[in-house]
């Protein structure tokens, strides 16, 4: 079955330090796109950015102050003047859509899953012709375990936006969540035919035709993800070990070899061409 590829995204190192540099910039605009652009690291967890972030809670500039507090609105104090600033910004656009998908945001990282969806729902009510609405609304839903619900506004997100590669992809992942694997894989290739690039669509097809037995077509879908993407060990991995179980063992090492110059910490890979080495 597909992957679920819908994680946490962590930055190299070198690239986070040198994001969190800028933030001393003396632009406005530019300390607020990093803080923008710096968001998705809380999720992950990375200390450093959270800290950076906090300090950006006392900019002088509204804006960043308010984007800062956006990203750190699970532990944000709401009595702060940052915490007083994002209240005030969402009520005023509390009138609008994007709005009420700002307010449904705020209050699932804040635990209260029952008004989020509230004001999620209201969202999909006011403008029921966006996709990116009803895309924001299937993925809570899917957190929350609701996946044939997930499934349906997926499947409405892409009737609206038929040429969005990126929502046939996530349709492919609800798909996969509601159990129905016979539509996964053609999802998967209509994101790549809209997006050859699309390297965890490319991935999650190779690794989707892997589970229905075609292991030459998912090695095939694994060499174009690496095509795209060479940065990410996961994909020459999963290609050594659908080399390794054809019995080709010369190229599932190399595979495996390669995974690992790109995550010298990869357990699996290390195992895998450790067991490969043995035979």
């Known amino acids: 079955a597909a992957a679920n590829l819908l994680q946490p995204w962590v930055a190299e190192p070198q690239v986070t330090q040198t994001l969190i540099g800028e933030l001393a910039n003396t632009n406005p605009l530019v300390r607020q796109m990093i803080v923008q652009t710096l968001g998705p690291l809380v999720d992950a967890g990375q200390d450093d950015v959270i800290a950076a972030l ?165 090695i095939e879908a694994l060499v174009r993800a690496e095509s795209a993407d060479p940065t990410d060990p996961r994909i020459p991995y999963a290609r050594a070990t659908i080399l390794a179980r054809q019995g080709n063992l010369v190229a599932a090492r190399a595979a495996a070899q390669g995974a690992l110059e790109l995550n010298p910490k990869f357990t699996a890979a290390a195992e895998l061409l450790q067991q490969l080495g043995d035979q």
């Open 54 to 218: 906090r300090r950006m809670l006392d900019d002088p500039f509204r804006n960043v102050r308010v984007t800062a507090a956006r990203q750190l609105v699970a532990t944000l104090d709401t009595n702060s003047p940052a915490g007083r600033d994002y209240l005030n910004f969402l009520a005023q656009v509390a009138d609008q859509p994007m709005g009420q998908l700002q307010i449904a945001d705020f209050e699932l990282r804040r635990g209260d899953t029952a008004h989020s969806l509230v004001h999620f729902e209201k969202a999909v009510q006011w403008d029921p012709y966006s996709p990116d609405i009803r895309h924001e609304l299937a993925v809570v839903l899917s957190q929350l375990g609701r996946t044939q619900s997930a499934l349906e506004q997926m499947e409405e997100a892409v009737k609206l936006a038929p040429n969005d590669a990126e929502l046939h992809y996530d349709l492919a992942l609800a798909l996969n969540d509601a159990g129905e694997s016979n539509r996964v894989i053609s999802e998967l290739e209509q994101a790549v035919k809209l997006n050859p690039q699309f390297a965890k669509a490319w991935y999650n097809l190779g690794l989707a035709r892997n589970g229905q037995g075609d292991e030459s077509g998912a």
